[in-house]
């Protein structure tokens, strides 16, 4: 067995001692021996004060070495010499008077709880000898009988206590072994759900890096359907334009109207190119660049009230905090693409947008008292991307509505928590 094993059986044993060894016990024990010994024998004299002395030795003996030193009781060779003596002045305590026997489970019990293995079965051997002593001190037969009776007596508390000491000695083991198991267990679980934990922080980064990833891939698409779509549109127009202000330079004077109509659609299709070109560098919506969520829902929804002349109120639940820009840009185009079903089709009074925070998603509501329509027959281009955008995302999109009702649309989408990256091993 390990020497750890061992000191956690010491340990345990140490902790748990044995009723004998209890404070106050064996000083109780040897008064009542000492003081129904002496009287029934009548003792008197020199033998009187010889084992009076013998038990307040044995006495001064436990209370110098064992109840007054606790500091000695972890060191093993001091402990040994108090076993030792206390063993020696039992059995002459014994040769005095057999009812001291019973001390000897004093002995026992101090032996098991001071003693390491194998002096445990030492300390139990000499207790045994004490043990046949009294047990024998009584009989009246020969010499040769005698020690008969004294080594069979001898041979039985041999195999007894020795045996007892090592069934205690086997179970302190087992329960030593047990905490042993049960420590490498507990550590087990902390390094498993330290594993578990640092593999959850993994699989949220791998999964912002695969929308990331994805994010970016869509951004290169547009940009290329923008510039060979959009921006080479604007530029035509340019040119074209540009080409009739320089063939109206050739015209009469009377052409300075048109002219000037020609230079403000100019100068319109050079803001539009200026801005498809500022999309190709960073495609992300204009609300969305100075502010977050909330806030560019805020300014879509004034803009969009005082352009339709329907009140739009922002109300934001839950604690505000920064998510990812695709989870943003979606929701931010769901508001935009419903607000503008509601100026088309709804006729309505007022609308609400609700933004909701919760623990792993981000929730937008949208209600209209207008006058609703059938869920089932709309299949508009707009509510087709709109699911299309927020299942990209692993969200899900509800259109409530029914004629004469008002309309609810309700955006969910995940959102991963942002990690810190793991330092490279």
């Not at 009989?139 to 009988?145: I, K, M, P, T, Y």
């Not at 739009?312 to 505000?320: I, L």
Request: include cysteine; hydrophobic fraction near 50%.
């Amino acid at each position: 067995m390990s020497g750890a094993i061992r000191d956690r059986a010491d340990s345990w044993r140490q902790q748990r001692p044995v009723i004998v060894t209890a404070q106050g016990i064996p000083y109780l024990m040897l008064a009542v021996l000492a003081g129904s010994t002496f009287p029934l024998r009548g003792e008197h004299g020199t033998q009187l004060i010889v084992d009076v002395s013998l038990t307040v030795a044995t006495a001064a003996w436990m209370l110098g070495l064992y109840t007054l030193n606790s500091a000695w009781r972890g060191q093993p060779r001091r402990m040994a010499v108090f076993v030792a003596g206390l063993l020696v002045l039992t059995a002459a305590l014994v040769i005095r008077d057999s009812w001291f026997g019973f001390f000897a489970a004093v002995c026992f019990g101090y032996a098991r709880l001071l003693l390491r293995w194998p002096w445990q079965l030492v300390g139990a051997a000499c207790t045994a000898v004490i043990a046949a002593l009294s047990q024998t001190s009584g009989v009246q037969a020969s010499l040769g009988l005698h020690l008969t009776i004294f080594f069979i007596a001898l041979a039985l508390d041999m195999l007894f206590l020795p045996g007892l000491m090592w069934l205690l000695w086997d179970r302190d083991e087992q329960i030593a072994r047990h905490q042993e198991a049960l420590t490498e267990l507990s550590t087990a679980n902390r390094r498993l759900e330290a594993t578990i934990s640092e593999n959850e922080v993994l699989q949220r980064q791998l999964i912002t890096q695969a929308r990331e990833a994805g994010v970016l891939d869509e951004r290169r698409r547009m940009a290329r359907e923008i510039h060979d779509t959009l921006a080479q549109g604007l530029t035509g127009i340019v040119t074209q334009l540009q080409a009739a202000e320089q063939a109206a330079a050739r015209v009469p004077d009377e052409l300075t109207g048109w002219r000037r109509h020609v230079t403000a659609a100019t100068a319109l299709a050079r803001d539009s190119l200026t801005e498809a070109r500022r999309s190709v560098d960073a495609l992300r919506p204009e609300p969305l660049e100075c502010g977050r969520l909330g806030e560019a829902l805020a300014g879509v929804a004034e803009r969009w009230s005082t352009i339709n002349g329907i009140p739009a109120q922002v109300t934001t639940t839950g604690t505000v905090r920064q998510v990812e820009p695709d989870a943003e840009f979606v929701l931010l185009r769901a508001a935009q693409e419903a607000l503008a079903n509601v100026a088309k089709h709804a006729r309505a009074t007022r609308v609400g947008i609700t933004i909701s925070y919760m623990e792993n998603e981000v929730a937008l509501d949208v209600r209209d008292d207008g006058v609703g329509f059938d869920p089932a027959q709309a299949d508009g281009f707009g509510l087709v991307a709109m699911r299309q955008r927020i299942a990209a995302l692993s969200g899900t999109l509800q259109v409530e509505s029914e004629p004469g009702s008002g309309t609810a649309i309700s955006a969910c989408v995940p959102t991963v928590p942002t990690v810190p990256a793991l330092a490279s091993s």
